[in-house]
């Protein structure tokens, strides 16, 4: 039962994601509040009436013509006429869903931002800082020599000494850039794949 | 030593019993022995150079081992166990692929057989095994519903965003700066029957900056800050794509065609690109360029497969089991970006796919349904539909009707085969020229002069799905667009009931519309040959479709003007009469839509099942199928390419066309390598050869794998190896194994030659070695790369026809590839890769 607990391991990393994913969607619609739902009748010109768009917050079951269209343009004999041409049309939004996505779309936007401003602009000048007193710290970890531009987040987690979990984190991250690195190669400058 | 136990054992091989081999390394108690970080290094590793540091800092487990020696007696019965040495502890990586390689579909079905095999026989031994084994068969149904899920809602999520970002370029919505345009006016009772879209919570740029919407002022202010928020988009897609996911550009469907075929291209489908790829989407969408969302959310939806195959072993550790897993995820992207479940299906199984059997077509259906449910539960547009263009009209048409029709289909056909061209000889300049040295700026251009082209003109400004969503539409009085600026006949009020209206003559409006829409067409014609393939993620279905769209439209326009001053002629006499309603012109563009995008993708039948799940009219099948085929004829007349294949071949991608014939009378030994004028083939010798020796081969050359053969003297062939798997056993046993040094003996025969006592040990590897290699004679007709493709296979050996099996040479993937390339008159070099 070796696989089945790795497997269960990435499921509970997963579960968050899933549970998200199910609270924002449907069950939304089920607590829609009033500012969501519509009737909407298009009214077409009419003899010497001007088309007209007529909104209201009403259920589905009211959804019609008579119930929708408030200031009825015409009198009593035309009311059937008018309403026949008329299209009433009901619809639900969750606007909800739509601030949540809008907002995470943002965050996730300025986050990416940050980083890519961080990788770009910031760590070239904190490395050149670092590097001059980073001297003696690389000199009894020869890790360092083997990438002499490891990064200085890289130094400076090692000068703290911390416990291997930031280790691995920054092995990883190492490991990302370099991947990066080799697909910028192989895509913007040998235009190798995706030309 | 004898050679009989060797030719027992090729026979018994020979005669099915894939499951021999490789005895230690690839049967069931291998799968799920690494943690989860090796995985990752396995999988999202780019470079191509071995990392033997990050492979082997994870030690097995001990209790792996003992299950795998388990096993491994168990399925091997009197096999060579008794000659295990340390080494036969798994190592890790083995069976793994090199980047940008080809897998052996072969080896890969035998593993999943023997994994399959071994759950089976172990459930009956305990309950927890049994649970194991019910899970394990249910993991493939519950991955695709994680799939659908997933890719359903990142696909509402960018449907939302890219609605919201699109209209951002021109304004904002007061009451809450996340609502887009339409939502914004969702509620507001101060729209009219004229302006749909106007109301005071909406305020364009200009209006709220001088405070009035009127006035040239505003409106230049309202183009400039259109021109800057499209340029400030397209520059941070470009960015962010340079910066963290260069695999995330472009529309990514040639690519996934060429790893469903088998190829390797670490990365493409991971985390990062997946991340890059939804978030650039958007920014590229909403900048304004003339590309779609749809062939991008394929490779979402691709990438959302890969990465939830990390979460069950049965799909992590076998590559021909993820591809299958990622056909039914480009179901799912279609499914969600045309809101064409059954579409989609057979978009993966007519366009993408390799290997596509009835298991797979089923799972595909369930995601893909998944997949719409979800994102119909979001409900993006507020409108209860999955796309923005969905249409619905009932309108019947008339036989004549399908010589225009036909005509879309040509011209359809005549665009995309001229597109294909354009591109790709726009493509090739940029891959050789200096071009391709300024992804960023040739973004920032092509952006501006779009920006700059498209604002004055209403229908170029707008955004595609919503250009082709009003093309669509057809006109009855509830419209009161420019494109229904229709003289009004005075009777109108009197007679008929409901909404449809009989042909009515062409008024200002319309006119103006109709010019409108002839620059728009030549515009997206233009511009969309620059944009696709730029360095953001651009999918073409929305393109194609706009221009055919326009191109119906104004033909349908057309046809309705004459069929209402001719109503009496000789063709439209009898079913025009002048109160009927005779001609749709949203029926023709949707027709010319169909037309185009099948003359560009040369699809036929998923189109038009997309197209019919579009608008949901089954009358309407018989012109898109005479447009899609007609378009196809003429566009094959020109060249047998889709869009796809041209980029595929662009690349140099190792991708067997199926679609392709292969006519050529050729024999194996004309195709095989060596070739006369060749150094002879690197073979490695089954009991000569040393460590140093095979390691000096291995890196004087840049095979990926090696045949193996009794020895130099007689070269008949024992087995194969890879290169990779080569490595990395001698690395390993170098690292772990005591004794081994450059003069040790490798051993690929059963049992070791009798030796000094006081040399070193041998090093055994018969472990890794195919002991089966797909082998023909050298007269074999090469009549077709079926070969290949049916089998799956990487490469094969040829051997002379006798019973001593000489070996004369081999066939790669790659071979018969720059054969193909050679008969069609093209630089064989252009096939990059193995």
Redesign the interface.
Known sequence: ????S??L???VK?LP??FV??LT??LT?YYINS?DI?CKC??????EV??????Q?VSLKDCNCLHVVDPMPVDGRDVEAYC??C?CKY?????G???F?????LS??GL??LY?VY??LLEPILKRRLFGHSQLIQNYDDVGDQQPFANAHNVLSRSHSRPNMLNKVE?AQQ??R???Q???K???DR????? | MSTVPLEMSDFWTKSGFRMREHPGYCNGGF???H??SDDD?MV?????TL?FS?TDDVPP?S??VY?EHQSRAGVNGTGPSSLMDPLEDPVPGLGTYEDFNTIDWVREKSKDRDRHREITKNSRRST??LL?SI?DAFSGWLLML?VG??AG?LA??ID??AH?LTDMKEGICLD?????HE?CC????E????D?DRCPQWQTWGELITGTSEGAFSYILNYLIYIVWALFFAF?AV??V??????A??SGIP?IKTILSGFI???YLGK?TL??KT?TL??AVSSGLSLGKEGPLVHVACCCANI?C????KYRKNEAKRREVLSAAAAVGVSVAFGAPIGGVLFSLEEVSYYFPLKTLWRSFFAALVAAF?LR???PF???RLVLFYVEFHAPWHLVELVPFIFLGIFGGLWGALFIKANIAW?RI???TRL?RY?IVEVLAVTAVTALVAYPNSYTRMSGAELISELFNDC???D?SQLCGYLQPANI?ETG???SLADRPAGPGLFTALWQLALALLFKMLITVVTF?M?VPSGLFIPSMAVGAIAGRLLGVGMEQLAYYNHDGLIFKGWCTPEADCITPGLYAMVGAAACLGGVTRMTVSLVVIMFELTGGLEYIVPLMAAAMTSKWVADAFGREGIYEAHIR??G?PFLEPKEEFEHSSLAVDVMRPRRSDPPLAVLTQDSMTVGGVEALVESTRYSGFPVVVSQESPRLVGFVLRRDLLISIDNARKRQDGVVGASLVVFSEHPPAQAPDGPPPLRLRGIMDLSPFTVTDHTPMTSPDIFRKLGLRQFCLVSPRVTRRLLGIITKKDILKHMAQIANRDPDSI?FN
């Not at chain 1, 996505?101 to 779309?105: F, K, L, S």
């Not at chain 2, 340079?242 to 695999?247: D, L, N």
């Not at chain 2, 990390?310 to 072993?313: E, M, P, R, S």
């Open positions: 039962m070796f696989n089945g790795s497997t391991q990435s499921l997963l994601f899933t994913t199910l969607n449907p619609r500012e519509r298009i009214c077409p010109p009419y003899r001007e088309g007209q768009i007529y909104k917050n026949l041409r299209e619809e639900e939004r969750s606007s869903t739509i601030k996505t809008i907002i995470m779309y996730i936007l990416l931002l890519m990788l770009t092995h490991r990302w370099r991947q990066v080799e697909q910028r192989s895509v913007f235009h190798v794949v995706l030309s | 799968d799920g022995l943690p989860p290094d999202d590793i780019a470079g191509a990392d990050s487990l209790s792996g299950e927890a095994a194991h899970s994680l899920l997933m809602a509402g999520g939302i965003a919201w809450g700066f996340w609502f887009s939502h969702w509620k507001s009772s729209t009219t029957f004229k749909r941070l960015t962010l340079r910066a963290f996911a260069p695999y550009c472009g690519e291209i670490r990365g990062w991340i890059t978030v958007v920014l939830l990390h979460l069950f072993t979800t539960s979001i409900n507020g409108n209860s493509c940029r891959k050789t391709g992804p009855s009085l509830l009161s009020s009931i409901g909404n393939g360095k662009l690349n991608y990059l």
